[in-house]
Structure formats: C-alpha cells, structure tokens
C-alpha cells in the first residue's frame, strides 16, 4: 500500500523513445516516481525485482505486444492487483475489447490529452488504495491487527500445498491467553483488550515478516510459521513467553498456554488434524500450569 510520504512509482512501457520522455515528463509533473521500459520483456524483468503502482502500457511493440504483457502480468498473483492502463494509437473497438479482455483497467487513445492521463491515472491509483484498504479489512482482526479466522484457513491450504509440492515443512501454534475470564470480572472488559493487546503486540514484534499471527477467537490465536523446525518454534515460542511474562496488568503478570504441531511430508495429515494436535498440547500446557 502507498504510504503519505512516499510518491506512486508508476511504470511506462512503450517502444518509442519520444513518446516514453513525454510520458516521463508528464509523471514528474504529478510527483510520480517514473520507471521507464521499451520492451514488454523489460516491463516483465522489472516486475521480477519491483512493485509499481501503476503501469501504462503501449499494445504495439516488437516482440511481445501490450496484450500479451497485460495477460502474463494479471496471471502473477503477486502482480494481479496492479492497474495497467493501455495507451495507445489503436482505437478501434476490436483492439479496445482486447485490451479490457487482457485484465488492463482503462484505454487511452493517441495522441492523448495530459490533463485527462493525469486525471485517469489518479482515479485508478486513489481506486488501488481504496480496494487494498477494503481488503484488508476483511482479511484483518480490527482489535489486534492480526488476521482473522477466515484469512487462516486460505493460508493453511496455501502451506499445505506449498509443504507438498516444494518438500518445505510448516510449524503451527495455536496459543492461548491464561486468565482473561479473571481479568474481564475483575476490571472490566476493556482491561481484557488491553491485554490482548499486549500479547498480540509482543508476539509480532517477535516473528518474521513471513510468519503470519491470526485470531481464532476472543483470546486464542493461531501462529504459522513456514520453513520452521520444531526446535526452532520452540525457542521461539518460550522466548516470547520469558518476554510477556515479564510484563503485567494491573499487577498481575500476563502468561499464556501454547502447543506445536510440525506438518509431515510423509503423512496425509490434514489441516484439523494438524490444529487438534497443536490445540491438544497447548491444553496440556495449561493443565500442567492448573496441576491437574
């Protein structure tokens, strides 16, 4: 997502050169980060290092056309959500057709109006944000910030098959706040948040970018961790315990209960299975705490 203080990089692909330095020129007069390509196979190696976001993409080029770039783009998930606008002299309403059946968002014709580019352009970036914000809404835990429920179960199928295809094995943790009830009637529910809050903070301050932390449910949450042996979950896991443990409300000392499961190449095991077995031990833990 673009950030206040941060210009759009928009990416301008188009085999002529004078056509590219009017297209640049404009760009740097809206603030915009120009990236200029001549080929769609440039546009493609660029697409392999960065994001833009925007392109704006000439249909006839040597080699690989506008069509074929906009299609191989749209078919990267990585890349799916960026806006590509065709610019171009074609204007019939075959090649116009094309252009939208390829995935691209808007069609400007040649020789075109700056004014009406710019404005094109910042409906379509000001449109990105607005659906990315929305996205992440309903991808996301309003609380805590983690991801919610329906998001965990995408990503599980997404590691099961990634752990089957490419042999790379996946940790899950399914982690549990001990003494919320006792918080929630003893200082109110606000209290509770807080100290959801607390933990949902500790936790993602202590993963990687490549981990993902959901919430399953008022105070249970579910960790998975790609490519992570058990022993590395592990260390992790009670590093972040010591830390939290550490910390208190109200003067009490905030603790939770957790279980591991390792996914296994070898073994059918599905994903409730996967979760029981993580959700088994982690009640273990907090019997074990209870001293029963």
Do not use: W
Not at 177 to 194: F, P, Q, S, T, W
Not at 219 to 235: C, H, I, M, N, Y
């Amino acid at each position: 997502m673009m950030s206040k203080f941060k210009p759009p990089t928009i990416l301008a692909v188009d085999d002529n050169s004078r056509n590219l330095q009017v297209i640049g020129s404009l760009l740097k007069e809206r603030k915009y980060k120009a990236v200029l390509a001549q080929t769609a196979s440039d546009c493609l190696e660029y697409l392999k290092k960065s994001s833009p976001d925007l392109i704006l993409m000439d249909i006839l080029m040597p080699g690989m056309d506008g069509y074929e770039a906009c299609a191989i783009i749209k078919a990267d998930i990585k890349n799916k959500h960026i806006p590509i606008l065709f610019i171009t002299a074609l204007s019939d309403a075959n090649s116009i057709v094309t252009a939208f059946k390829s995935g691209g968002v808007d069609y400007i014709t040649k020789p075109f109006i700056r004014e009406e580019v710019k404005a094109r352009i910042d409906v379509h970036l000001e449109l990105k944000s607005t659906l990315e914000k929305l996205e992440k809404m309903a991808i996301t835990d309003e609380m805590t910030g983690a991801f919610n429920r329906r998001y965990a179960n995408v990503i599980l199928q997404r590691e099961l098959k990634i752990a089957r295809r490419f042999s790379r094995e996946f940790l899950v943790c399914v982690i549990d706040i001990d003494h919320l009830k006792r918080i929630n009637d003893n200082y109110g529910h606000v209290a509770g948040d807080e100290l959801i809050k607390k933990v949902v903070k500790e936790i993602k301050l202590s993963i990687r970018e490549t981990d993902y932390i959901f919430r399953m449910g008022g105070d249970e949450f579910l960790l998975v961790l790609p490519q992570t042996k058990l022993s590395e979950g592990q260390l992790l896991l009670e590093r972040v315990h010591h830390k939290i443990h550490q910390k208190t409300i109200f003067g009490e000392p905030i603790d939770f209960s957790f279980g591991l499961a390792m996914s296994e190449l070898d073994n059918e095991r599905s994903i409730h299975k996967l979760l029981q077995i993580a959700d088994d031990k982690m009640y273990e833990q907090k019997n074990q705490k209870k001293g029963l």
